[in-house]
T-cell receptor, first 113, second 115 residues
Framework: EPEVTQTPSHQVTQMGQEVILHCVPISNHLYFYWYRQILGQKVEFLVSFYNNEISEKSEIFDDQFSVERPDGSNFTLKIRSTKLEDSAMYFC???????????FGDGTRLSIL | AQSVTQLDSQVPVFEEAPVELRCNYSSSVSVYLFWYVQYPNQGLQLLLKYLSGSTLVKGINGFEAEFNKSQTSFHLRKPSVHISDTAEYFCAVSAFKAAGNKLTFGGGTRVLVKP
């Protein structure tokens, strides 16, 4: 079964540094999402992306966050100036249609020191 | 806006016993419903979904769930669990919408299957 692949599996970064999380989605799945899960808390929606633009974003997704598809295959999440509270597991997800089930990657654990 | 409540944060159960994980949701619009499972150090794997049609849906690994619109519930059941079912289970909803639908998750239920 096709998979969503996320790299790296674990990222350790100093506070204030920029970080880019990478996702290789399933081919022909045109809807892209990022979620995060702070340790011990719910999985939270960050942003959805379709047709090369953001279709919806949450309050968490402020000006420090951005997403892009730099080469038509990868889907990245950038945090410009990381804060301690950005420490979480970040999940990329992908669906073939807007109302179809989302397939998740294994996540990137981001640790901010 | 939608919200999801999973009433049990942890459910210990003996191997070969049945298990039910409760999920209630709140929404002002119609929703799609999902159950995901997360094994240790892995991502979220879709167990089953309710999009329309029969309110009893069957998923992978012997799980099933029943959508009850009047009670706004989508409880997950398995008649006989295995040790390998030890994992965290998440109920999620998304609203009917033309574009991409964000998932709203419950807090998760950790299932521990004991021999």
């Amino acid at each position: 079964e096709p998979e969503v692949t996320q790299t790296p599996s674990h990222q350790v970064t100093q506070m204030g540094q920029e970080v880019i999380l990478h996702c290789v989605p399933i081919s022909n799945h045109l809807y892209f999402y990022w979620y995060r899960q702070i340790l011990g808390q719910k999985v939270e929606f960050l942003v959805s992306f379709y047709n090369n633009e953001i279709s919806e974003k949450s309050e968490i997704f402020d000006d420090q966050f951005s997403v892009e598809r730099p080469d038509g295959s990868n889907f990245t999440l950038k945090i410009r100036s990381t804060k301690l509270e950005d420490s979480a597991m970040y999940f990329c997800a992908n669906s073939i249609g807007g109302q179809q089930p989302q397939h998740f990657g294994d996540g990137t654990r981001l640790s901010i020191l | 806006a939608q919200s999801v409540t999973q009433l049990d944060s942890q459910v210990p159960v003996f191997e070969e016993a049945p298990v039910e994980l409760r999920c209630n949701y709140s929404s002002s619009v119609s929703v799609y419903l999902f159950w995901y499972v997360q094994y240790p150090n892995q991502g979220l794997q879709l167990l089953l979904k309710y999009l329309s049609g029969s309110t009893l849906v069957k998923g992978i690994n012997g799980f099933e769930a029943e959508f009850n619109k009047s009670q706004t519930s989508f409880h997950l059941r398995k008649p006989s669990v295995h040790i390998s079912d030890t994992a965290e289970y998440f109920c999620a909803v998304s609203a009917f919408k033309a574009a991409g639908n964000k998932l709203t998750f419950g807090g998760g239920t950790r299932v521990l299957v004991k021999p």
